[in-house]
């Protein structure tokens, strides 16, 4: 079965530069989210997206932008970047509505980040 | 302090015995309790979801229970094996009325199956 894709996989950038995380969802999947996993730390949700709009917004950064495209792949934006940006970064998608009445995310396999 | 908080941080034992994780949580109203499996690197993989109104699911050998009164949940891994050697993490949905997105983790508890 078709699972979340992210890309890159591994991301180097310095001080200041700016990168971009791409995330494809599970086809058929209407809503993406991305959190951040700090070394030894839990992951934090940074902000969903549901039918191309924002759904809901965590501790994102203001460097730091994303948007949902017309074929629900989602890309995170982030920009100036600053030595404690330097962490995993999942995407997860879900079904919005479901009969069950939660939705399930299915992470990505994520992108490591490390700024120098 | 965390909403979502997990008992043992770290947990050693051997292989083919049972052992019991333990999650509090203060998030209400919430929707459903999950629990993950992560291992290093890798993305968390959904091992069982409870809504408040569930207190019991199983996955093969994973058990998870969800006390919604004292909000506490365990996850209970039975015969384990190598493989299950990763972090388990406790995850709330608060409710928002609607369809709920975003997702509380909790700290998570290491554990590590040694032959």
């Known amino acids: 079965a078709a699972g979340v894709i992210q890309s890159p996989r591994h991301l180097i950038k310095e001080k200041r530069e700016t990168a971009t995380l791409k995330c494809y969802p599970i086809?058929?999947?209407?809503?993406v989210y991305w959190y951040q996993q700090g070394p030894g730390q839990d992951p934090q949700f940074l902000i969903s997206f549901y039918e191309k709009m924002q759904s809901d917004k965590g501790s994102i950064p203001d460097r730091f932008s994303a948007q949902q495209f017309s074929d629900y792949h989602s890309e995170l934006n982030m920009s100036s970047l600053e030595l404690g940006d330097s962490a995993l970064y999942f995407c997860?998608?879900?079904?919005?509505?479901?009969?069950?009445?939660?939705?399930?995310?299915?992470f990505g396999p994520g992108t490591r980040l490390t700024v120098l | 302090k965390n909403q979502v908080e997990q008992s043992p941080q770290s947990l050693i034992i051997l292989e083919g015995k049972n052992c019991t994780l333990q999650?509090?949580?203060?998030?209400?109203?919430?929707?459903?309790l999950r629990w993950y499996k992560q291992d290093t690197g890798r993305g968390p993989v959904s091992l069982t979801i409870?809504?408040?109104?569930?207190n019991t699911k199983s996955n093969g050998r994973y058990t998870a229970t969800l006390d919604a009164d004292t909000k506490q949940s365990s996850l209970h891994i039975t015969a384990s094996q190598l493989s299950d050697s990763a972090s388990y993490i406790c995850?709330?949905?608060?409710?928002?009325?609607?369809?709920?997105?975003?997702?509380?983790f909790g700290t998570g508890t290491l554990l590590a199956v040694q032959p």
């Open positions: 086809p058929r999947h209407d809503t």
């Open positions: 997860a998608s879900s079904l919005r509505y479901r009969l069950a009445g939660y939705n399930e995310q299915f």
């Open positions: 409870m809504t408040f109104s569930e």
């Open positions: 999650c509090n949580y203060t998030v209400s109203p919430f929707s459903n």
């Open positions: 995850v709330v949905s608060p409710n928002y009325g609607g369809a709920t997105n975003k997702l509380i």
